[in-house]
């Protein structure tokens, strides 16, 4: 895409934010709005002087008339722990947000990406998930407010593309993590890096054997940039393959960590998806061949350094 006004909704979060900066570096106009119920100023306060970025205060919810070439949205909390404290917001966010939205990318002519994601595919019965596999939510457990808002915020992308024509991008996006989490996030790569940088204890949540499989932030922006530019009808995966077990992570944490922090056993909640792992390959063949390129241990030490700078820790002397 040439240069451009683009909208991100849900910009000041963490997978916003650095989307905002390859937008602005490649040259184009970027506004952000958000409702900062997540996320936070100072993820994008590096980019707030400069001259084709601007933040506005506005809740997806609420209809909005600005005009734009391209719409990324990201506006709804991703946490667990967040999504479920108001499940009501957290559905209307969703399905409300991007009907929105939607209106909009069809009043001026934009094409809309949609950040959807693995939990669609709820707990599920095939492994790893392909695009066409339907899912296996509970429609009435505590997560649904999140699975279904994302579901249906899927299905009115759809609509719309068929009814009026919108351009539309989604990518079913799989745990993704970096700079930028909040430290209270609640989200199991945040939870241990903190745990272990305070020496607290390490919460795994049932036995630990549940997996997912976590993409370090570069490389799901990097799909992400190339999903919107490509012409491709349909929802992708972005994530990265390679899977871990949540007690594999907490090992790894504590050894990147130095940390001497304990393991400790918490209930498992609710309708927790016992494996989760993308299929790529259609990912791989409609955008060029992109696939993750940063290893789950390059990616940790990045976000263990960002996490020990942000808690104002100093880093550990190593002994020589
Ligand atoms: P995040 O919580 O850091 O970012 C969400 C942002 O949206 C925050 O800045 C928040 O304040 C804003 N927001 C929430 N509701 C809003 C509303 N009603 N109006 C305006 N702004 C609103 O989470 P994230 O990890 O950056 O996730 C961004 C998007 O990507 C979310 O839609 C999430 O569902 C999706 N996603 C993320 C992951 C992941 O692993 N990070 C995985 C799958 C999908
Ligand atoms: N988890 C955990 N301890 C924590 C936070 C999460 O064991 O402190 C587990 C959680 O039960 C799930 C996995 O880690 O099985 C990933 O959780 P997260 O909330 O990061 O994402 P999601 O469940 O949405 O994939």
């Known amino acids: 895409m040439g240069p451009r006004h683009v909208i991100v909704a849900g910009g000041a979060g963490f997978l916003g ?37 601007s933040l506005t205060v506005h809740d997806v919810i609420d209809p909005m008339s600005l005009d734009a070439d391209g719409i990324f949205n990201f506006a709804c909390p991703a946490s667990p722990e967040h999504y479920q404290r108001d499940p009501v917001h957290t559905t209307l966010s969703s399905a409300v947000g991007v009907r929105n939205m939607l209106e909009q990318a069809r009043r001026c002519g934009a094409r809309l990406f949609q950040s959807s994601t693995s939990e669609i595919y709820g707990d599920p ?24 808002g994302k579901r249906c915020a899927e299905t009115l992308c759809f609509a719309y593309h068929r009814q009026y024509g919108v351009p539309v991008r989604i990518a079913r996006i799989f745990n993704t993590y970096g700079p930028r989490m909040q430290p209270g996030d609640g989200r199991v790569v945040s939870n241990f890096i903190v745990q272990a940088l305070r020496g607290e204890d390490i919460t795994i949540y049932g036995e630990g054997q549940q997996t997912r ?31 871990s077990t949540v007690l594999e992570l907490a090992e790894q944490v504590l050894r990147l960590t130095g940390s001497h922090s304990r393991l400790v056993h918490k209930p498992l909640p609710a309708d927790d998806p016992k494996r989760r792992c993308p299929d790529i390959g259609r990912a791989k063949q409609l955008l060029g061949g992109w696939q993750p390129a940063v290893a789950l241990e390059d990616g940790l030490s990045e976000t263990v350094d960002y996490f020990r700078r942000r808690l104002g820790l100093a880093a550990p002397v190593v002994p020589v």
């Open 17 to 53: 934010s650095h989307l905002c900066d390859r937008l602005v570096q490649a040259g184009h106009r970027v506004r952000v709005l958000d409702n900062f119920c997540t996320g936070s100023p100072s993820n994008v306060e590096h980019l707030r002087r400069h001259p084709r970025f």
């Open 125 to 148: 019965e095939v492994h790893p998930q392909v695009e066409s596999y339907r899912g296996h939510v509970n429609i009435l457990g505590p997560r649904a407010c999140y699975d279904e």
């Open 213 to 243: 499989s976590f993409c370090y932030v570069d490389d799901l922006i990097e799909g992400i940039l190339r999903l919107m530019d490509a012409g491709v009808e349909g929802p992708l995966n972005l994530g990265n393959p390679c899977e």
